[in-house]
């Protein structure tokens, strides 16, 4: 009770404005008795409380309490007063009777709608949140949206928009990744902190390798900068071993390697990157107060996150450290996505669940701000036409000619939406065995498509296959990599101007969390795309203008619910996802498939299917009024 008092007492000390007079009255048993009480507040204040008893035969003590209690209450202005000697069962009746009273008034006032507002410091965080929500979903294009929040801020907490708006200028900066060790021109003296960023230990609490050649970056730095502390940071990721953690395991390595134990600093808390910001300061703070520059060092793709919250936390903090170089492990893979970097943010604002909510992609894209102006905006895609064909999977267009895609063919029409060719029996010619094509795109009159053994909702032989435009005929497959964790392809793309083939994996789990790159020209795997927030149901893909789109089948037809196509912004090795536009206009239940760029004409190509229910990605039985699955393209004109 007294835990329920004192939080309701705390937003009233944060709510502001007169309030009505308001009173409530409470009847409680006491022994032998009943009491009731009303209270009466005006405003914060108690100004009266009335307690009268029914047991007809109350002794004058008894009676003399009712008042006595009553006038504490009023001149205390708090239901939290002392029972009165030799009559505490009546007493504690009227105790219990004025505070379920004042809790009655409390809840009332706080569920009226001038009681709902945001208290200043709660609102102050939702700006924050939105700005960098907004700018980790659309970097610079947001620029004006963010301008504003920052006003905002600056109009309810002055002190957040300072230091907010050096966070963001922070962020905008890209810095230069030194690898293997530390440039020259830092401080020769312990002045300089050398912050080693830790990275998960195995399960029996052994580093991984990635972990090891950070440290050796370490080394070699601290080698070049004998006299600058390090700490190591990062908590008990070790999931058999819970003694483990990683800055104890990273400590002991350095040390059995010739650093001095006292140059070692221990943070062995943190178990995130913005942990290990705020553990890492409060310990230089307390102890060691000559730090005044650090070199974060870690793998090349976590060198900007870990610059930006360690440099956005010592700006929270009003501290004079600065985060003033790096080095970096060069690894073969690793991304960190804005997103995940606007999580992290977060978490430093201190709004840990809604970092987390990110961090583990359960946060709805589809919840985030639109941009003013731009995407997602339907008058973007204005449907122009639409077209019946013969393919339920992928649409491509190039010069004067489309092609359409179905499982098992082929098709090709001119302008006028007439068949010039078709190619019923594309899977001769494999050395693996194939029977389902996905989307499809072209490229100097030649078809790519995505292949591969399709059986209840799983592919295998996945391949990329080249078809002559005209004949429809195959000429020649990139080799298969059973190693690159693709489990299905839905869509491809081929971008001339980055000579790449990009393929998707439609299976909803971590397969789909990635496009899968090979060189146009050689047909070599060249790696994975990362994407943040991850898309579910990918099936298809194209490149325009510099960006990758992709059709996700996220709707459900059941429902009518429409399904999306999204923009991908590549930076570096992941792409930034963010929701472009929902279609609704296809009649009854459907579902969204492959989609392509008319360049020539300033349209939009989306292949949409209609009228069967789908498992697994497979048509079984149809909905009502159907006998038969309906494939037309949906020709949108592009308002830029």
């Known amino acids: ?64 309490s009712l008042l006595l209690i009553s006038s504490a209450m009023v001149s205390k202005n708090s239901v939290n007063v002392d029972a009165i000697s030799g009559a505490t069962c009546t007493s504690n009746a009227i105790i219990a009777g004025a505070t379920e009273a004042w809790l009655q008034i409390m809840t009332d006032r706080m569920s009226q709608e001038d009681w709902m507002q945001e208290t200043p410091a709660v609102e102050a965080q939702s700006i924050i949140e939105e700005i960098v929500t907004f700018y980790g979903q659309y970097s610079d294009e947001a620029e004006g949206q963010i301008s504003a929040l920052l006003e905002d801020l600056k109009s309810i907490d002055p002190k957040a928009y300072s230091q907010w708006a050096a966070i963001m200028d922070l962020w905008k900066e890209e810095p230069a990744v030194h690898e293997g060790i530390l440039p020259d021109g830092l401080p020769e003296t312990d ?206 267009v190039e010069g004067d000619y489309y092609w359409v895609s179905g499982s098992t063919s082929l098709t090709k029409y001119d302008r006028d939406w007439n068949v010039v060719a078709q190619n019923t029996d594309p899977f001769r010619g494999y050395a693996l065995e194939v029977n389902h094509i996905g989307d499809i795109d072209v490229y100097q009159n030649e078809l790519y498509l995505g292949v591969e053994r399709f059986m209840d909702g799983v592919g295998s032989n996945i391949q990329v296959a080249v078809y002559d435009g005209d004949t429809l005929q195959l000429k020649r497959v990139f080799p298969f990599r059973a190693d690159t964790g693709q489990l299905e392809c839905s869509g491809i793309a081929v971008d001339a101007a980055s000579r790449t083939v990009y393929m998707s994996s439609w299976i909803d789990d971590e397969s789909s969390a990635c496009l899968y790159m090979y060189d146009l020209d050689t047909g070599d795997f060249r790696g994975r795309l990362a994407m943040q927030p991850v898309p579910k149901w990918i099936q ?45 206009d296809v009649v009854k239940q459907g579902e969204i498939e492959g989609l392509s760029f008319d360049k020539e004409r300033g349209q939009f190509l989306l292949l949409y299917n209609r009228g069967a229910r789908i498992v697994l990605g497979m048509p079984v039985g149809f909905y009502d009024g159907y006998t038969d699955e309906i494939h037309e393209v949906y020709v949108y004109d592009m308002q830029e």
């Open 1 to 64: 009770m007294k835990q329920t008092i004192l939080s309701i007492l705390c937003v009233i000390m944060l709510l502001s404005g007169a309030l009505a007079e308001d009173s409530a009255t409470v009847t409680v048993n006491g022994v032998g008795e009943q009491v009731t009480v009303t209270l009466t507040m005006e405003d914060d204040r108690i100004i009266s409380v009335e307690a009268t008893t029914d047991n007809t035969e109350a002794d004058e003590r008894g009676k003399e």
């Open 191 to 396: 002045e300089l902190c050398l912050v080693a960023l830790g990275f998960q230990l195995n399960p029996d609490g052994t580093m991984r390798e990635e972990l090891i050649e950070r440290l050796k970056v370490v080394l070699a730095s601290s080698q070049k900068y004998p006299n600058a502390l390090i700490v190591c940071t990062g908590g008990g990721t070790a999931a058999d071993n819970p003694n483990a953690t990683e800055a104890g395991m990273m400590a002991k390595w350095l040390i059995d390697n010739g650093i001095d134990a006292d140059q070692v600093i221990v943070e062995d808390h943190s178990l995130t990157t913005a942990q290990n910001a705020i553990y890492t300061f409060d310990i230089l703070d307390k102890q060691y107060p000559q730090v005044k520059q650090l070199a974060i060092l870690s793998s090349d793709y976590h060198i900007a996150t870990g610059g930006l919250l360690f440099g956005a936390e010592a700006i929270l903090r009003d501290s004079d450290i600065r985060v003033v170089s790096n080095a970096a492990y060069k690894a073969p893979t690793g991304t960190l996505s804005a997103m995940f970097q606007a999580g992290a943010l977060i978490e430093l604002s201190g709004d840990v669940e809604t970092a987390f909510e990110i961090y583990y992609e359960t946060y709805d894209i589809h919840e985030l701000p639109a941009l003013d102006g731009g995407a997602p905006a339907a008058e973007k895609y204005r449907l122009s036409s639409i077209h019946p064909v013969a393919g339920r999977q992928g649409i491509c």
């Open 540 to 584: 298809g893909v194209a490149c325009h203008d510099g960006a990758l789109y992709i059709t996700c089948d996220d709707g459900d037809a059941d429902d009518n619910a429409p399904d999306s196509l999204y923009r991908l912004e590549i930076i570096g090795s992941s792409a930034r996802v963010s929701l472009e536009r929902s279609f609704d």
